[in-house]
Each structure stands twice: as structure tokens, then as C-alpha cells.
């Protein structure tokens, strides 16, 4: 029970904190001016996902540490807890994300209309809450110079990842038949699509990067024939599987549904093409929802290369 409690808040985190750098990113190159006023409700947005993430954070610092300790949440010996929070890095880690969190809610609290300065701040406050979960997972256990480089290489992933994950939720938000009841949020939402496909490939680009150096790491070249034999290789090739999925739907979003859309709107009606864009993103979403599912079972289990 208490690994599948740790697998859900890790999955929370990875959502949590992914959406909290992705999304404020995505208005800062998708959205003009007021755009990041009108088109997005910014404010309330941030403030729950930070609020939620200050409520996750000492949540997962204690079942992991339980589950460190081989005991229950309630029977944390309070010594261990204090020596793992102060003297260890994953509890510095979680120190750090936990003060991030706190000053991003204050920003959203204080700040009453987002700007492309406030974005900028939260994106940056939110990149390093995102960067300390590196610290919960096998990125942190290599060690030496090697080590160094393998931790930036998951750091890196998880930027890559949660900048996806928050543009496919604007995305979204922004595609919402309530969004688009006018030309102009029609023509908001048709850009910002259009925007995100340069982004994205440089995205993608760092996901694939930095997956497989991080893979070289996990698994070693001479148990890449092995990947099949354990539960962590099936769910390291399950995620690889829908990743590949997800490129394919991300292809199809920009060669084929996009320009339908461009058709659409320029015959005045563009209702079904972006119906149609919507539940291509929606799937594409919850495809990334799913790996993020498995990364957080992944985290909990010994990589092929500790074996």
C-alpha cells in the first residue's frame, strides 16, 4: 500500500510541478500582451498548482523516507526524518522546492495582473522546483564527475517534459469551445499552434537527448538485450512505446490537423477542424499523463544497471 501511496504522489508531483513551468512558459512565447491576461486565467492557475505542490512535497519527503526506513508514515523514527531532511541532498532538494513553492503562491497572491515579467518569474521559480525532483530519482545515485552529468541530464529531461506537458494543457484550455466563441480567440488559439511547432521541436529534440544518455546510464549498453527480463526494463520500454505514440500524434497535430484548421478558418468555418485538433491534443495528453505514471513507478524500482 505504502508504494503504490508513493507512486501516486510522485505522480502528482511530476503533473503538479510540470504544469506549474510549462504552462507560465507557454504564455511567455505563445501569448502577446493582454493575451496572457484574457486568453488564460493565469492567477487562480498558479496558485492552486503551487498551493497543491506545498501540500505534495512534505507528503512525498515522508513516504519516501518511510519507505528508505522500511517502516509505515506513522512510525518514522523523528531522528532519521531530521538527518535525512537536513544532511542529505534529496532532503536539501526538497527543502529548496518547498521555499520555490511558497514564493510562487506569494507571487500569485500579490500579483494581481500577469505580465510577461511575473510569467518569466514564476517559470524561473517553477524550472527549479521542477530541477529538484532529479534528486528523487537514479539520476542523483550516480556519482563522481559522471554522476554530475547524468543528474543535468535528468534535470534537463524533466524541463523538456514538463514545458510538453503544459503547453498540450494550454493548448487545450485555449481550443475549449468557451475559449474560442469569437474570431479572435480563434485566431489566438490558431497562432499559439502554430507557435508552439518550433518550440516543440526543440522540445522533442531535448527529450530525445537527454532520454537516452539518461537510458545509457539506467541501463548500461551491455543490458540493452535485457530490457524485456525485469518490471523495470517493461515499463522502461512501455514509456518509450507511448513516447513514440505521442510523436506520432504531435506529427499529425502539425502536418495534417493544423492545416485542416487553416483551411477551416479561412472557409469561416472552423468549428470540426478544431473539434477534431482538440481531442487530437486531449489524446496526446493523456498519453503523456501515462509515462508520467510510469516514470514515478520507474523511480520506486532498482534500474537494469544496479542489477
Known amino acids: 500500500m505504502l508504494d503504490w501511496l508513493l507512486i501516486a504522489t510522485r505522480l502528482v508531483l511530476y503533473l503538479d510541478l510540470g504544469l506549474l513551468f510549462g504552462a507560465p512558459l507557454f504564455g511567455l512565447y505563445a501569448l502577446r500582451g493582454d493575451e496572457q491576461i484574457h486568453m488564460v486565467?493565469?492567477?487562480?492557475l498558479i496558485g492552486s498548482l503551487a498551493a497543491a505542490g506545498i501540500i505534495a512535497t512534505p507528503?512525498?519527503?515522508?513516504?519516501?523516507?518511510?519507505?528508505?526506513?522500511?517502516?509505515d508514515l506513522w512510525s518514522i523514527d523523528r531522528n532519521i526524518l531530521t538527518m535525512l531532511l537536513t544532511e542529505t541532498a534529496?532532503?536539501?532538494?526538497?527543502?529548496v522546492r518547498e521555499?520555490?513553492?511558497?514564493?510562487?503562491?506569494?507571487?500569485?497572491?500579490?500579483?494581481r495582473r500577469p505580465s510577461t515579467g511575473s510569467l518569466a518569474v514564476v517559470?524561473?521559480?517553477?524550472?527549479i522546483a521542477v530541477g529538484t525532483l532529479a534528486w528523487s530519482g537514479h539520476g542523483?545515485?550516480?556519482?563522481?564527475?559522471?554522476?554530475?552529468?547524468?543528474?543535468t541530464g535528468d534535470i534537463a529531461h524533466l524541463l523538456a517534459a514538463s514545458a510538453w506537458l503544459g503547453a498540450l494543457m494550454m493548448l487545450i484550455l485555449l481550443t475549449l469551445p468557451a475559449r474560442v466563441t469569437d474570431v479572435s480567440r480563434i485566431e489566438v488559439a490558431h497562432r499559439a499552434l502554430n507557435g508552439f511547432a518550433g518550440v516543440g521541436s526543440v522540445i522533442v529534440g531535448l527529450i530525445v537527448i537527454t532520454g537516452l544518455t539518461n537510458g545509457l546510464y539506467l541501463v548500461g549498453i551491455d543490458k540493452i538485450a535485457n530490457l524485456a527480463t525485469d518490471l523495470w526494463g517493461q515499463l522502461l520500454l512501455a514509456k518509450i512505446a507511448l513516447f513514440v505514440a505521442m510523436l506520432v500524434m504531435a506529427a499529425a497535430n502539425r502536418f495534417r490537423l493544423t492545416p485542416r484548421?487553416?483551411?477551416?478558418?479561412?472557409?469561416?468555418?472552423?468549428?470540426?477542424?478544431?473539434?477534431?485538433?482538440?481531442r487530437s491534443i486531449a489524446l496526446e495528453a493523456a498519453m503523456a499523463i501515462t509515462i508520467l505514471a510510469l516514470v514515478a513507478w520507474l523511480g520506486t524500482l532498482e534500474p537494469l544497471a544496479a542489477g
Open 41 to 44: 486565467r493565469f492567477r487562480p
Open 59 to 71: 507528503l512525498g519527503f515522508g513516504l519516501m523516507s518511510a519507505a528508505m526506513s522500511g517502516t
Open 90 to 95: 534529496v532532503g536539501w532538494a526538497f527543502g
Open 99 to 111: 521555499v520555490s513553492l511558497v514564493l510562487i503562491l506569494a507571487s500569485a497572491m500579490l500579483v
Open 123 to 127: 517559470s524561473a521559480l517553477a524550472a
Open 140 to 151: 542523483a545515485g550516480t556519482e563522481g564527475t559522471s554522476g554530475l552529468f547524468h543528474l
Open 261 to 278: 484548421l487553416d483551411e477551416a478558418i479561412a472557409h469561416g468555418s472552423p468549428g470540426r477542424a478544431l473539434s477534431s485538433l482538440r
